[in-house]
């Protein structure tokens, strides 16, 4: 069955320290999507960052990179130089398939960014 | 460029009654997906309209049933609503023939059901 682990609850750092945020994935399909969500306490998923099955590179994005490593199934979010405003709940998300907005979303892990 | 934006942000039900939220896309998009986020969980994919028709489901009963207009914008109705059916209703857009692209998520409509 699909399906996407993320086996941290929380996690805590310091301002303009790097972060990476852990996800593992199952799927018996080849082509797929992987992609990471920050939902602040206003409830809007706001998208961060995506990667396809077929992308040989690693997905970034500004401060955020993905370090995709397909053999070992993982899909972990690095977000580099950390800001307060990073506080929020981060999902990843796995789209199985082509033509399919069907996303199956991990339980999320919390982070929280001090000063 | 509006977003995804949805009607109404929050809203108190009681057992038995019937609910309709709305949504409209991100302009330029023509698919509307719909999910429920229970307290602490990640959303759960309900369904999925393109076309005004419903082309894909999740594991919900029929009380939750959806419509999607001609200017694409869309609802979700849930019938007999029971307690266990509050949560974040998130309703995301994208563009069909875009494969790859990224779906746009609304700020969600809160459900609460005494």
């Known amino acids: 069955a699909q399906k996407i682990t993320q086996t941290q609850p929380g996690m805590f750092v310091q301002e303009k320290e790097a972060v990476t945020l852990d996800c593992t994935y199952d799927?018996?399909?080849?082509?797929?999507?992987l992609f990471w969500y920050k939902q602040p306490s206003s409830g809007e998923m706001i998208f961060l960052i995506y990667?396809?099955?077929?992308?040989?590179q690693n997905a970034t994005e500004g401060r955020y990179s993905l370090n995709f490593q397909k053999a070992r199934k993982s899909a972990n979010l690095v977000i580099s130089a950390s800001q307060l405003g990073d506080s929020a709940m981060y999902f990843c998300?796995?789209?199985?398939?082509?033509?399919?907005?069907?996303?199956?979303f991990g339980t999320g892990t919390r982070l929280q960014v001090f000063p | 460029d509006a977003g995804v934006t949805q009607s109404p942000t929050h809203l108190i039900k009681t057992r038995g009654q019937q609910v309709t939220l709305r949504c409209s896309p991100k302009s330029g998009h023509d698919t509307v997906s719909w999910y429920q986020q229970a307290l602490g969980q990640g959303p759960q994919f309900i369904f999925q309209y393109y076309e005004e028709e419903e082309r894909q489901r999740g594991n919900f009963p029929d009380r939750f049933s959806g419509h999607q207009f001609p200017n694409y914008s869309s609802e979700l109705n849930v019938n007999a609503l029971l307690l266990g059916d509050s949560a974040l209703y998130l309703c995301?857009?994208?563009?069909?023939?875009?494969?790859?692209?990224?779906?746009?998520f609304g700020e969600g409509s809160r459900l609460t059901v005494l």
């Open positions: 998300a796995m789209r199985e398939g082509d033509n399919t907005d069907k996303l199956i």
């Open positions: 990667q396809g099955s077929y992308d040989e």
């Open positions: 995301a857009s994208s563009l069909d023939r875009d494969l790859d692209g990224e779906l746009f």
């Open positions: 799927t018996s399909d080849q082509s797929y999507g």
